[in-house]
């Protein structure tokens, strides 16, 4: 594509993120505002496909962006790259804690100050419920509510649906917190549902190899978490599904009828290989409906990380090769880098 090397200070400064710290003091009742007033689509996914950017890890204690174990820990950069992408890119929206979706809102009141314009009106917003099960602790598979608590909170910030995520390990000895993350899970989606949200429930089986929890990418014990998630609560119809692309992704596919969103996993530096996993995981099946993506796009090595989730977006949207897309989205890189200052 010919872009050079992406610095995310280039785009958000220490300026603009010294302006955010302070707003957190003066005026804290702003992001609230902001967040309220903010225009929300009249259809959740109007062609029926969705594309969007996952922004939840550190408040699990997953940090690791590539070789640095500590990449996502610079909120500057992390909080830049989200920026980047929501702005200078056509991805459908953001799922975040509310942290990280506070920053965000509090960096699009500085960009409508600039401009006049948003780039959150329009957009999907998603609020990530349950992060306790904090990466190496004993009691990891106890995923429990610990960002947006519960679908009323989620209304009120005028939200448009919610993240959650149970694990099951097919042989871990205490099981049980799994099968609490199932129950918490299931409560969660009755109360999105009463209050007529969405859910974008992840599942995965893992396996314990003496040091961390890892994903099992296999189909059939995917298949069978699946069989779990998408009988949880009084009704699955708001249900979306969030899982990782696996080889006989068709089988995985035909287990279920809700709408699925492929995961991207933990960054590799190589993003045109993810999207060409998206592009073959988008002909497995009718229900197979988009991307919901998080450290492939906002730390994919040297690439300007709103070139990789407009890739993504013309996969998705557009129908486009992984090659096509990639080389079609570069012209954005480098664009609107100074739209902040």
């Given at each position: 594509m010919g872009e050079k090397e992406y610095n995310s200070e280039d785009f958000l400064s220490m300026k603009t993120l010294e302006q955010i710290c302070d707003m957190r003091v003066s005026t804290p009742g702003l992001v609230v505002k902001e967040m309220q007033a903010r225009k929300k689509r009249n259809v959740l996914a109007p062609d029926g496909k969705l594309t969007v950017l996952a922004a939840d890890h550190p408040a699990r204690m997953v940090t690791r962006a590539t070789t640095n174990p500590l990449g996502l820990a610079d909120r500057l950069q992390y909080l830049g790259r989200i920026v980047r992408v929501m702005l200078a890119s056509e991805m459908d929206g953001l799922m975040g804690t509310s942290d990280v979706l506070e920053e965000v809102t509090l960096a699009n009141y500085l960009y409508k100050q600039k401009t006049g314009k948003s780039f959150l009106d329009g957009?999907?917003?998603?609020?990530?419920?349950?992060?306790?099960?904090?990466?190496?602790?004993?009691?990891?598979?106890?995923?429990?509510?610990?960002?947006?608590?519960?679908?009323?909170?989620?209304?009120?910030?005028?939200?448009?649906?919610?993240?959650?995520?149970?694990?099951?390990?097919?042989?871990?000895?205490?099981?049980?917190?799994?099968?609490?993350?199932?129950?918490?899970?299931?409560?969660?989606?009755?109360?999105?549902?009463?209050?007529?949200?969405?859910?974008?429930?992840?599942?995965?089986?893992?396996?314990?190899?003496?040091?961390?929890?890892?994903?099992?990418?296999?189909?059939?014990?995917?298949?069978?978490?699946?069989?779990?998630?998408?009988?949880?609560?009084?009704?699955?119809?708001?249900?979306?599904?969030?899982?990782?692309?696996?080889?006989?992704?068709?089988?995985?596919?035909?287990?279920?009828?809700?709408?699925?969103?492929?995961?991207?996993?933990?960054?590799?530096?190589?993003?045109l290989d993810v999207i060409k996993q998206f592009e073959q995981g988008l002909k497995a099946g009718p229900n197979v409906r988009g991307a919901l993506v998080g450290r492939n796009v906002t730390f994919p090595g040297p690439h300007d990380p709103a070139v990789i989730a407009q890739a993504i977006y013309l996969v998705v949207h557009k129908g486009m090769s992984a090659e096509k897309a990639f080389d079609k989205a570069g012209s954005i890189a480098g664009t609107l880098m100074d739209v902040l200052d």
């Open positions: 957009r999907v917003l998603l609020g990530c419920m349950n992060r306790g099960g904090v990466s190496g602790a004993k009691a990891e598979m106890r995923d429990m509510m610990t960002s947006y608590m519960s679908g009323k909170r989620l209304s009120q910030m005028n939200l448009d649906g919610a993240k959650l995520m149970f694990r099951f390990s097919f042989d871990y000895e205490k099981d049980y917190y799994c099968l609490e993350t199932v129950e918490a899970c299931a409560r969660a989606i009755e109360e999105l549902n009463d209050e007529g949200l969405p859910a974008f429930l992840e599942v995965l089986a893992v396996n314990h190899d003496g040091e961390k929890f890892g994903t099992v990418k296999e189909a059939d014990p995917l298949i069978k978490v699946i069989g779990v998630g998408t009988a949880l609560g009084y009704t699955s119809s708001r249900t979306w599904l969030k899982i990782p692309f696996v080889p006989d992704f068709e089988r995985v596919v035909r287990s279920t009828t809700c709408p699925i969103l492929m995961l991207g996993g933990e960054a590799t530096g190589r993003p």
